[in-house]
């Protein structure tokens, strides 16, 4: 992304994104004042309506306490319950006398009240003879307990079916806030609409939210009915379990405050857009000098190491102008350095031819001294020459080595050739599973990689892998096991293959985990400090790495290789 284009989107983020969020959010906040204002107004309402319904409610109380707590009817139970049917015909009698009186006061108020006795048998019921003026919902019938106004002992109860009309006759019940409001009474314990005088359809039907919404005493809360937003408040009655609910449309007010807020967010996008264009024409103006300094890097990047920049000055575009000609002096200064440092390639050459020439006497003095091995072996020679011969040994074998290393520094890259990295890893256990046999070491591999072509020098690989393969071997020299794990992997986007070396011996200490990598650093008595080193520079030359695992015990390498189709 160019630095113009990146300027623009930090203009964007910073600038025109908080100025959009702060007209979104000044929306939203209208919105929800207006929610607010909503709640306080039918929270008023519902509280108002709800008195008025609990008034109603305590009526209804006192005319069933009135039916049981009367003499007739303390007569009639107690003389029913005494088993004297001539005496309970005649307090029966004198009972329904007086609760005829009362219906006739009572009935504008209930469908039917009965009386019953102990064991659950009406008595006296008294109804309307009209069965067309049932209510559409029938409300849950209220029942009194009738006791002993001496002894307390529960002698019957009386039932009564409250008649909706007038229960729910009051103004207050009917009002509304707003066209679209709407006033309702649930029952919490069947979820059912008992009254909603604003309903269009059938009282009856399911509810707009859910019941979890009433939970407490009184409260508001919003939802939304398809795409209307509405705001409710509520008062719970403890008994009957009812709810009274006042509801009214978040949209029937917004839509003032809609145009309003429109019209506001319109202005402040257009004073964005001016800002933006101004802020445009200006950046193009200032970057300007930049493009000609990147052109300058292409061309330099080319090859070309004079091209045209713009005027040095004193502001930052000035300055980095004539940064970037002393850049372009002292890039023509190092390729003449680097040019004379391809002379210092000889000296790779020189150390190469004499460690050849080094190796050829050191093999003949290795054969020699393995042949005194054997004799010494076989009881030919003392046991003090057969000391002093296997510390020649050890020493020569350490010098082998120091030589393989000068040969690997002073070799020049062989030219790239594919090879599979699942046999070069099987070549490799092969050729030391009878140096692991002989120190009682188990080898496991699992080469689960689906790809393993690469490209590069093959020997230079297998030398490194064999000399890790070594390093886990030698930490081991009483038995262990070895396992040798590949997978692919992407790394940066790249497609590698990874393969995990792990020993079981005694690890790596975390205080030298840091240190293992640098050349000519060992803690083996006779190592040369030269195998990590050299493996890590062998597998960086092939694009790759190698790094220290975490196991829970032992030593774990981890290398790193890219992978290609390979013949």
Known sequence: MRLRHRLLLLFAIFAVVPLLAMGAFDYASSLRHLEAVLSVQTGSIASRAAQELRDRLDRQASDLALLSENIETQHLLRTAAGGDSSAAAAARRSAAAY??????????????????????????????????????????????????????????????????????????????????GRTLVIERRSGRTLFEPTAVTPTGGPLPFSLDRLSGERGSFDYRVGAERRVASFVTFPDPDWTLVVTASVDEFAAPFIRLRLVDFALLLGVVLAVSLGFFVLLRRATAPLDVITVAADRVGRGDFDPALPPAGDDEVGRLSAAFALMTTRIREMIGQVEASRQMGVLGRFAAELSHEIRNPLTAIKINLQGLERDAREGRIPDESRRAVDLALREIRRLDLAVKAA????????????????ALLQDAIELLRPQATGQGVTIHTDLAARQDGASGDAEAVRGAVLNLLLNALEAMPRGGHLSLATANVTTEGRSMLEFRIRDTGPGIPADIRDRVFRPFFTTKDQGTGLGLSMALQTFRAHGGGVALGEPDAGTEIVVTIPVQEAE
């Open 99 to 180: 609760w005829q009186d009362l219906w006739k006061t009572m009935r504008l108020g209930y469908d039917r009240i009965a009386l019953l006795d102990g064991a659950g048998r009406p008595i006296i019921t008294l109804s309307e003879a009209d069965p067309a003026s049932a209510p559409a919902v029938d409300l849950p019938m209220r029942t009194h307990v009738v006791r002993d106004v001496e002894t307390g002992q529960a002698l019957g109860q009386v039932e009564a079916s409250p008649r909706t009309e007038d229960l729910f006759q009051s103004p207050l019940l009917r009002t509304a806030f707003g066209v679209n």
């Open 407 to 422: 040969l690997r520094t002073g070799r020049p890259p062989a030219e790239p050739q594919p090879f599979r990295l699942h």
